[in-house]
């Protein structure tokens, strides 16, 4: 490929001048006066041009009667006549920004936005960095039309849910694809999951591939949304695109420097209304020895002054109400980051290099994280017609003990959510473990174990070196056609390690002369390579400009994996794989490739009409060789009709229809889906003679499909943008229609089958939904300006097919504890069913007649749609005199979620739905008995109140999951013109902040409804096990230019 | 000179074309070139010896972990009162004669999920391959004692389409009446018993019996042995046929024949497993059990009990308090919770729930104590009915005291600790006659004792022998029409996902709950 370069090089070097013409010098600058160096000049109707230097100085020949045009990327382009002149001093007035703006499209191709056919957001470099949420994704919540983002609360290092336009299939991946400086990176999540026993003890929320990403690094965050702004990208791209843009050169003139601190603290917040009008115990009865070790319930007696307890360590406590326990185990986070930017721009190029550093201290004890980033970014012209540039993010980051979720041992809002409601929590601090090192049982639940204990004694590590950037080479033959060449690579290493302590409880005892406990020690080698070429040309004839860009991208993706858990230890305390007794190591790889190729046109008539047609073919290494190859068009069109009109009234400053259709095929599933593997097991087993041999077997749970085809949305869309009044109100609203045919789905199948799931090409499902966005300054004065930004969107979607067969209208995605998320024929995505109360055709809830229990209907009954119809925000910012107050108001509405934790607080006897009876002693539910009689039966109270979760009965707590919330609050201050004209300090901007501030609305009990635990699709609205709590975070951030 | 040639236009159009061109085709010479290499997955194979897959099945058979376990704690050791737990929520069942959800289909997916898949896999592996005869056939035998687990235990279940996700692509099998699958199980033993080949070299890598033919033909006719037996309630012409040909192809001829998985230090006993640590404090046995075997004189107690003499908490059950002497045994009562056992601490001679006598965890509890899944002393019992029937020749009291010895024996298997002295062993036998006129009774009950901790056996042996004569769990929050529980329902999963074939089956067999009695289990 070099090769080829060169001589296209020298092909170039050896051209001689072809005309003699008059020379013409002059120089570009804008209207205040500055310098714009590299500035385009064109004669018009050639191929002949040149470019302004640094001071903005040009030298052209060119004929006496040529027309000149002059552009620049921001600025309006002027055509001047030479008319003999030999100079020609030219002012360029700037685009009014939100006319013309600049869009980073697919690729990384810079498009004036209204040439777009589609929607897309930004959010520049302010919005990011200045109020920043813990995770970087959080701060974008509510600010962009169509973008529904959550995260699990779990700090900087966490993970964030990111879905465009609803979720589009049954499951699998519908996040969007991250790409930064035009390049692709892996967008792994890693939080946790899994039963305790298996590897998977482990149950972090080891965080995504975006908490590489420093936020002050970020100048531009775009987010094409639909499928046909993501055309180009290919099958990753079906639900939209996230691209970042870095920082690759500085802004201003010549060498920059700029300083950025942030500073936050996180307070957890605690949305339980607990009852505490009966204490620690079972069955009516207060601890009064240190053994009916109750610990984590709350069916005891009622509170009188004065009463004691004796608690586990065989101390007397008083027997009196702990509130606040939110607060009092969990800390307030700080987060703390510095990024230091020093920047060039010249004529010739620039360069960007940040270094930064991200400390965090999480809410739970012991919990930390540090992320040091080294960005560097640069563009240079190497020659006159060959620029090289390029973008390399080195970040090395330090996950400390990350929290533990979604399980019950070591995750510490399982025990806190469910601690006895007198529990003394210095009691639960000072007996952590006994003086052998074994762990302090608590209570009898013994995987309830100490909050203490868990994050003193048990640990995890998670470090990740990584590198990602990518190199091009651009080369221009003339002013209409360029090559460029790129080469991109996403490499990291993630080592992970952590233990089961030596001594925990709720493990087995190690054989005479070890230890118990366990420790697993993880690496992971992750390469994504993408090795692209585009070829782009453009000219214009007359009124109609054509740009045509060809390209190809081969993708390679690999993942090794080492693992090793050893069981029991020599040498107590000693976590290290040698010491462990038996060893269990693991290896595996997956390897993936996608080519493609493609092209795309764009043909414009007098700078108001755009028609944008695209093609691309992907062949995925992961599908059936007879469907690997899947071919999809687009085509967009835009309309610039008060471009178009001259007619219009003077109050329509802009406005824009646009148009678009677009297909994308996606491969969606795992490599080597289409086989069944075995494994052999690492240990041996003796035959009876004591002679150790192999055991093997098949190692998956899912049924392989050989036959995969690719999956395939279909998406129009079509919208209107409009300014008003010179750009005092703006408003745009886009409609769009997707439709996702032949899903790859795990179905849920019957056991019997000896598999749990079986991948499918299935179904055909549709999303539709209108964005809205609507921008104003209802006050513009001199000194007092207020704006206001509001968007919303609607999204609904239809199952329209399902399965192999029209027999085939539902299927589990999945769910357990009488918690199911099903996909059902002409209903929305995402259906939520539970079990319910049985109940007599009169509707009264039937009871055991000999145990009074509550009974269940055994049939599945549907509660709602688990995802958000309405969700959107409001942001109204006042600026007076230099200060700027913001508040984002945002909202999800139109939702149900079964909030399961509620059956863990009704059987630990937490929920004030436990209080009925508990005065008497015994329940008598109101309903019938089987033989319709009145019920009379009396129950004991606890038994009555646990015994829906056995039955997985959830439906007292199914609950619309909508909320409005006061999500942001920023106040700032600009310094700059207080600052002396030739101080060092050129600008200076200082703002308070703050995060998650109130919950205006809600509907969950006991919890904040956007408490997820899980990232996935297959849970949505699915809850159990207590999250971590919300936090506020409060903070300032401070920015210095030099 | 080259420089001047190209310097025209046009050549240097069509150089550029054919750089693209070539540029193009090194990237994509063939757009999915080694695709197929590179979806193909480098380091778990696509087959194995078939013989190392049947190893896994085996294996799978007791459980592979802690929790599964739980269906045998909660339900099949408390339904036959052996076992039992005060505690609910999620560790209801038996001790309540409560539904619970979580624990009722831990037999179903252990089975299908973890042996059926394997085992199909081996048997479909080898059965058009004439050198894996024995392997083939030994699959066979296997599989007809995991569905055999599996009907005992749910009644009507997917047999003929069951583990064929992957190779049929029966994701949804149907039910089939436990009637046909039980005559299959028979003609299944039956063919792969008689043909498995003692003239073909001997698989040594198998873990059952190291590829000892022989032993493999036993356990085939042991299982049709108690296969038929099953059915003495239902049909007895079929029980009877079948008995007959299981004694005629030959049994078990002493515990060194045994079906029994060896465990390690590596590979666990997972009900020891979890005893020793996240149930430690939670499981006791059940005074009717203690009971019967103190009041025999039993020698077995010490080997299945201990009490942690004057616990008053899990804390104090500790090595010091231990002791499995017989006279200080004291099982805990049927028909309390944690709660309402306090009351009755006092007349039953403890302190607290904890001081009541548990499984032992140096003997029959040890992590690496074996778990047995047919044995030559269940063959004897069941021998001795059967002759008490008169279905086959020989005198039941013989059978009956064979069975008993052989029982006595295999205590030893558990641990050197754990063997039963010959004179301890006269004496209990002597004193064990099987007395006229309560053959049945003692007959069952004897193997009530001997299958301790093979809570399948147990469970099933007891609803078609109806021996011995337990008393109603007097628990007062039952939900049972019936004095015991008669079968576990099908998972929620099945009715998530197969709710046809369930209700097919429900039609047939009548309602989805804990009452209804499977086909063998005539009232």
């Known amino acids: 490929m070099k090769k080829h370069v060169t001589i296209i090089l020298l092909l170039w070097l050896c051209q001689l001048p072809i005309f003699a013409q008059n020379k013409i010098t002059g120089k570009v600058s804008s209207p205040d006066g500055l310098a714009l160096p590299g500035v385009n000049i064109q004669i018009s109707g050639s191929t002949q041009g040149t470019a302004t230097d640094a001071e903005g100085k040009y030298i052209l020949n060119a004929p006496s009667d040529a027309t000149l045009v002059f552009s620049f990327i921001g600025y309006i382009s002027q055509m001047i006549k030479v008319d003999n002149r030999s100079v020609i001093d030219v002012t360029l007035d700037p685009e009014s920004k939100n006319l013309n703006e600049v869009v980073i499209t697919a690729l990384g191709i ?51 849910k990111i879905r465009i336009r609803g979720q589009s299939s049954f499951s699998g991946q519908n996040s969007p694809l991250i790409v930064i400086n035009g390049v692709p990176i892996d967008n792994s999540n890693f939080a946790g999951g899994g039963d305790y026993g298996a590897r998977s003890a482990n149950n972090s929320d080891g965080g995504d591939g975006l908490s590489s990403i420093n936020p002050d690094d970020i100048e531009s965050m775009t987010v094409l949304k639909g499928a046909t702004a993501a055309a180009l990208y290919g099958s990753r791209a079906k639900d939209g695109v996230v691209m970042i843009t870095t920082k690759s050169r500085g802004t201003g003139k010549g060498l920059g420097l700029d300083y950025n601190m942030n500073f936050t603290t996180d307070t957890p917040l605690d949305f339980t209304d607990f009852q505490y009008e009966y204490g620690q115990g079972e069955g009516g009865v207060r ?81 930390k994280f540090n992320r040091k980033t080294v960005n560097i970014g640069f563009s240079q012209n190497i020659s006159k017609r060959l620029t090289a540039s390029g973008n390399i993010n080195y970040s090395k980051e330090k996950n400390t003990n990350p929290p533990q979720l979604d399980a019950q041992d070591f995750a510490t809002p399982t025990v806190l959510f469910t601690l006895a409601n007198s529990m003394p929590f210095e009691a639960l601090e000072k007996n952590q473990t006994h003086p052998n090192g074994d762990e302090f049982v608590f209570s009898r639940f013994l995987v309830r174990n100490n909050l203490y204990y868990s994050v003193n004694k048990h640990f995890e590590n998670i470090t990740r070196d990584r590198l990602f950037g990518n190199v091009a080479l651009k080369y221009e033959f003339t002013n209409w056609l360029y090559l460029q060449l790129r080469v991109a690579q996403d490499f990291y290493v993630r080592n992970q390690d952590y233990n089961i302590p030596n001594g925990y409880a709720p493990i087995a005892k190690a054989p005479t002369g070890f230890v118990n406990g366990s420790y697993t020690q993880d690496v992971r080698r992750n390469t994504e390579r993408n090795l692209d070429f585009i070829l782009g040309g453009n000219h214009t004839f007359g009124n109609i400009g054509v740009d045509v860009t060809l390209g190809g991208n081969q993708r390679y993706a690999r993942m090794d994996y080492n693992s090793v858990t050893v069981q029991d230890f020599i040498q107590p305390g000693l976590y290290t794989v040698m010491n462990g007794r038996v060893k ?74 646009r148009a678009a259709y677009a297909q994308v095929g996606s491969d969606n599933v795992q490599p080597y889906s289409n086989a069944l593997y075995y494994s052999v097991d690492n240990n041996l087993f003796p035959n009876p003679s004591g002679q150790l041999v192999p055991v093997g077997g ?54 019997a089958s000896s598999y749990t799931n079986q991948l499918i090409n299935v179904g055909r499902s549709k999303n539709q939904g209108i964005e809205f966005l609507l921008t104003g300054a209802p006050v513009n004065t001199k000194s007092f300006r207020w704006d206001v930004s509001f968007n919303a969107s609607y999204n609904t979607s239809k199952v329209i097919k399902l399965g192999l067969s029209d027999k085939d209208t539902v299927i589990t995605v999945g769910g357990g504890g009488g918690r199911t998320l099903n996909e059902v024929v002409g209903k929305p995505i995402g259906q939520l069913y539970t079990f319910t109360y049985l109940r007599d055709a009169q509707g009264r809830q039937v009871f055991d007649k000999n145990s009074g229990l509550p009974m269940r209907n055994n049939t599945l009954k549907n509660v709602g749609n688990a995802l958000p119809k309405y969700f959107g925000g409001i942001t109204n910012t006042f600026t007076y005199k230099g200060i700027t107050l913001s508040a984002l108001i945002d909202f999800k509405l139109g939702y149900k979620m079964i909030a399961g934790r509620n059956i863990n607080y009704m059987r630990h006897g937490l929920s004030k739905r436990t209080l009925p009876g508990r005065a008497e002693g015994y329940v008598i539910g109101n309903g019938v008995n089987p033989d319709g009689e009145i019920n009379k039966t009396k129950s004991a109270v606890q038994p009555f ?30 310094f700059g013109k207080l600052l002396p004209q030739d101080w060092f300090i050129q600008g200076l901007r200082l703002s308070a902040v703050a995060n998650n501030v109130l919950i205006i609305k809600k509907w969950t009990e006991n919890m904040d409804p956007e408490e997820v635990l899980n990232s996935s699709d297959n849970a949505a609205g699915l809850d159990f096990w207590p999250g971590l709590p919300p936090t506020r975070s409060l903070g300032f951030n401070l920015s210095l230019r030099f | 000179m ?109 089975f299908y999920r973890n042996v059926i898949k394997q085992i199909v896999a081996v048997v479909e592996q080898t059965k058009d391959d004439p050198l894996q005869k024995n392997t083939y056939n030994a699959a066979r035998i296997w599989k007809a004692y995991a569905f055999m687990i599996l009907t005992d235990t749910y009644g009507d279940i997917p047999y003929f389409e069951a583990g064929q996700g992957y190779i049929n692509e029966l994701i949804r099998p149907k039910y089939d009446a436990q009637e046909a699958i039980y005559k299959d199980i028979l003609k299944e033993l039956d063919e792969a018993s008689a043909a498995l080949d003692l003239s073909q070299a001997a698989v040594t890598t198998d873990i059952l019996y190291g590829g000892n033919v022989a032993k493999w033909k036993k356990l085939g006719y042991s299982l049709m042995l108690r296969a038929g037996m099953r059915l003495s309630k239902v049909d007895e012409t079929t029980a009877k046929n079948y008995v007959t040909k299981a004694v005629a192809g030959g049994l078990f001829e002493s515990n060194a024949d045994n079906s029994v998985i060896r465990h390690t230090a590596i590979w666990n006993n997972y009900i020891a497993n979890h005893l020793a640590a996240r149930e430690k404090t939670n499981f006791y046995l059940a005074a009717p059990f203690v009971n019967y075997l103190k009041e025999n004189n039993d020698p077995r107690l010490p080997v299945f009990a201990v009490r942690y003499v004057g616990a008053k908490g899990g804390p104090e059950q500790t090595g010091a308090r231990a002791s499995s002497d017989p006279k200080v045994q004291i099982g805990m009562p049927m028909g309390y919770n944690d709660v309402t056992i306090n009351s009755v601490l006092a007349q039953n001679g403890v302190v607290s729930l904890w001081d009541f006598t548990q499984i032992n965890l140096t003997t029959v509890l040890k992590l690496d104590a074996p778990e047995f899944h047919v044995t030559y002393a269940e063959n004897q019992l069941l021998l001795a009915e059967a002759a008490f029937r008169g279905w086959v020749t020989g005198e039941p009291a013989a059978y009956y005291a064979k069975g008993i010895r052989a029982n006595l024996e295999q205590m030893a298997l558990y641990d050197a600790s754990a063997t039963i002295k010959e004179d301890a062993i006269l004496a209990y036998l002597a004193a064990h006659p099987l007395t006229a006129g309560k053959e049945l009774d003692l007959i069952n009950t004897q193997y009530w004792v001997a299958t301790f901790l093979d809570g399948s056996e147990c469970f099933a042996n007891f609803r078609r022998s109806g021996f011995p004569a337990l008393k109603k769990n007097p628990y007062p929050g039952s939900e049972i029409k019936e004095d015991f529980i008669r079968r576990m329902p099908y998972p929620d999963g099945e009715i998530i996902v197969n709710l046809q074939n369930v209700n097919d089956a429900i039609a047939r067999q009548g309602a989805n709950d804990l009452n209804t009695r499977v086909w063998w289990d005539k009232k």
């Open chain 2, 2 to 110: 080259i420089f001047k040639t190209l310097n025209s236009k046009n050549m240097k159009t069509k150089t550029l074309y054919i750089l693209t061109i070539l540029l193009v085709a090194n990237l994509f010479s063939a757009c999915d070139n080694d695709f197929d290499e590179i979806n193909t997955n480098k380091v778990d194979p696509t087959s194995l010896a078939p013989t190392f897959v049947m190893n896994k099945a085996i294996i799978s058979t007791t459980y592979l972990d802690g929790v599964s376990t739980l269906g045998m704690l909660c339900y099949n050791f408390g339904i036959v009162q052996q076992v039992i737990t005060p505690y609910g929520s999620s560790l209801s069942g038996g001790n309540y004669n409560q539904f619970n959800n979580a624990n009722t289909p831990l037999v179903w997916v252990n």
């Open chain 1, 698 to 751: 098949i190692n998956t749970s899912l049924v392989p499909n050989k036959n995969l085809r690719p999956l395939r949305v279909k998406e129009v869309e079509g919208g209107i943008e409009l300014k008003l009044f010179n750009n005092a109100i703006g408003f745009d609203f886009t409609y769009y229609h997707k439709t996702t045919d032949d899903q790859i789905l795990a179905a849920q199948i019957s056991d």
């Open chain 1, 287 to 367: 601890p009064t020895s240190e053994n009916p070790t109750s610990g984590v319930w709350s069916f005891g007696e009622k509170f009188q002054p004065g009463m004691k307890q004796i608690l586990f360590d065989n101390e007397e406590y008083p027997y009196e109400p702990v509130y606040n326990r939110v607060r009092k185990f969990y800390n307030v986070g700080t987060n703390l980051t510095n990024t230091i930017t020093v920047s060039n721009n010249g004529v010739n190029g620039g360069f960007s290099m940040s270094l930064a550093n991200t400390d965090n201290k999480g809410i739970v004890p012991n919990s």
């Open chain 1, 110 to 160: 810079k498009k004036e936005a209204k040439t777009l056919g589609y929607a897309t957001a930004t959010v520049n470099a302010d919005q990011i960095s200045t109020n920043r949420s813990p995770n970087v994704m959080s701060s974008l919540q509510g600010k962009m039309a169509g973008v529904n983002i959550s995260t699990l609360s779990t700090g900087p290092a966490g993970t964030a």
């Open chain 1, 945 to 974: 109140y646990e015994s829906i979760n056995p039955l997985g009965i959830n439906e007292d707590f199914v609950s619309n999951a909508g909320f409005w919330k006061l999500r942001q609050l920023t106040l700032s201050y600009d």
């Open chain 1, 584 to 657: 269990n190591p693991l290896y595996s790889l997956s390897e993936k490739k996608i080519n493609s190729l493609y092209g795309a046109a764009t043909i414009s008539y007098k700078e108001f009409l755009y028609l944008n047609v695209t093609a691309r073919n992907d062949w995925f290494s992961t599908l059936a060789p007879q469907n690997r190859s899947i071919l999809y068009p687009s085509v967009t069109g835009s309309f610039i009709f008060s471009q178009a009109f001259s007619a219009l009234p003077a109050w329509l400053s802009f406005g824009k229809l």
